[in-house]
């Protein structure tokens, strides 16, 4: 692999922004890649907005993605998939967990929350959307829908499905790995149907 791969990773405190990124450094390190990550908190609470960079390749020489060159961007909430879309490529592709989680403004009447984003963002880019809470739900832990979203993405990165399992096994809660493990299952297999 010549050029280095953009991939971000948006969503709001407590959606497992942070784990996802761990597992994708993992992944990027296992493959041995060059890797960089960077992870901006707006608020760390659990509802602030949380932004991952992460960068892989023969040599990275910085952690920060550009507007315009993420060549994925996971979103694991509609509104958060909004506001950071301009950072993808032309030729890139969002993978959104379709999931609304109201802002502050929101939830205390100062703005309202946007309709239709899904489709606004279809018209200017290649959408994937999965609804991953049902699909984490159905499984039997709600809390692995990032997990879910990781493994519909993990289509359009470099790395085999095997691969990403053992990271992943290292990585989660030693109690947590099989659930992990059938949720990113689930996602892969998921992104092969709607390919």
């Given amino acids: 692999m010549k050029t280095t791969k953009n991939i971000m990773i ?5 959606q497992g922004t942070l784990l996802t990124s ?10 041995g890649f060059d890797v ?9 609470q659990r509802g602030g907005s949380v932004v991952t960079f ?9 952690p920060i993605v550009e507007e315009g060159q ?14 950071y879309a301009h950072y993808l490529k032309k030729d890139g592709v969002l993978i959104l967990n379709d999931q609304r989680i109201d802002p502050m403004p929101v939830v205390i009447g100062a703005a309202v929350y946007p309709e239709n984003i899904i489709e606004m963002l279809q018209s200017r880019h290649k959408v994937i959307a999965v609804d991953a809470m049902s699909i984490a739900k159905e499984l039997g832990n709600a809390r692995t829908f990032n997990i879910v979203v990781l493994g ?4 359009h990165m470099d790395f085999s499905k095997e691969d990403w399992l053992e990271v992943i096994e290292k990585l989660v809660p ?7 493990k059938k949720a990113f299952v689930t996602g892969f297999e998921l992104q092969k149907i709607n390919a």
């Fill in 36 to 44: 960089k990550l960077s992870e901006v908190h707006g608020m760390a």
């Fill in 22 to 31: 761990r597992i994708l450094g993992g992944i990027t390190i296992h493959a």
């Fill in 54 to 62: 992460v960068r892989y390749g023969e040599k990275v020489a910085e």
């Fill in 174 to 180: 030693p109690k947590t790995v099989e659930i992990n």
């Fill in 152 to 155: 519909v993405a993990a289509q």
């Fill in 70 to 83: 993420a060549d994925v961007l996971i979103a694991f909430e509609r509104l958060e998939a909004y506001r």
């Fill in 10 to 14: 948006v969503g709001v405190g407590g």
